[in-house]
């Protein structure tokens, strides 16, 4: 009688192929991950509307939601495509330049994401529901937030330096989907306005201990792997980068675009060309209250 020899496939080649959390994800991602991907970029201003004028009427991107003050916060959003940029203001925020301060993450269903942290052993602060009351005296409420605590050096946005947290919408009150396939819809019909924008790239997060950070990160984002050290591609949204820096703030969000000889073309002739390089130019932060934000080609 012969025997069927049985090749065994080495441990390591599994490992290699898939990474200690298994596949790379793509796409939608499983329930089981606490974040889906991000929902907004808030920049903390003390002219927001100066800021929304300028992504909505000279970049002449779409609106997301119209500026407007709603319980002494004045606020509004923009659509780059993939994510929407968020101008706000606090009557309690100190003066200042406008402020890159952080993002609200799409949750999974907030309770099964709440669970999910626990179990990671990720901490966060009490569930913030914004509450509106009718004209009638009922009262609903349209989105929920909560802060995600070892992210942020504060609870709330109005005196954080960073501040990442979830943003759950009533489905009563908006429908994410359907308006973040509307924002993309209009990005693209327009070819992405004089800019020619595409999508948010990255978000750019500065860190004092990388090597912590890039922990924490990797503890909140598992089962998906960094494409490059410090790097994640959370969902249909923007990366998340780390990169070693003097001190712990969001610092940057790079903007995608189909032509950079374009994009520098428009920025120099409006008189808000920043630096340049050979691969990525920006917008004059003299220009957009002291902003960094960054341009690159994209063929996506």
């Known amino acids: 009688m012969s025997r069927r020899k049985v090749q065994l496939i080495p441990l390591v080649s599994i490992l290699l192929a898939f990474g200690p959390f298994g596949p790379p994800a793509s796409g939608k991602e499983p329930g089981s991950m606490p974040v889906l991907q991000v929902d907004h970029i808030m920049i903390r201003a003390d002219d927001p509307a100066k800021l929304y004028a300028f992504f909505h009427e000279v970049l002449q991107l779409p609106i997301a939601w119209p500026l407007a003050t709603r319980g002494r916060v004045t606020s509004g959003g923009v659509g780059f495509g993939n994510v929407n940029v968020e101008a706000i203001h606090f009557p309690e925020q100190t003066p200042s330049d406008a402020q890159l301060v952080g993002f609200g993450f799409e949750p999974a269903p907030l309770a099964q994401c709440l669970g999910e942290l626990d179990r990671r052993g990720i901490t966060y602060g009490d569930p ?173």
């Open 128 to 300: 913030r529901p914004f509450v509106m009351t009718e004209a009638n005296g009922s009262k609903r409420t349209l989105f929920t937030n909560v802060t995600l605590r070892q992210f942020s050096d504060a609870d709330r946005p109005a005196t954080a330096t960073v501040h990442i947290f979830l943003s759950e919408y009533s489905p009563t009150y908006l429908d994410v989907e359907q308006r973040r396939e509307r924002l993309r819809r209009a990005v693209r019909e327009s070819g992405g306005g004089p800019l020619g924008v595409m999508a948010v790239q990255e978000v750019i997060l500065g860190a004092t201990d990388w090597p912590g950070a890039t922990a924490l990160w990797e503890k909140l984002l598992a089962p998906r792997r960094p494409s490059a050290p410090g790097r994640w591609q959370v969902g249909d949204g923007p990366a998340i980068r780390v990169v070693r820096a003097v001190d712990n703030r969001p610092q940057a969000f790079v903007i995608g675009v189909g032509s950079l000889p374009r994009a520098r073309a428009f920025l120099h002739e409006k008189g808000l060309l920043g630096s340049v390089s050979e691969h990525e130019i920006t917008i004059d932060p003299s220009r957009i209250q002291g902003l960094d934000i960054r341009l690159r080609e994209t063929k996506e």
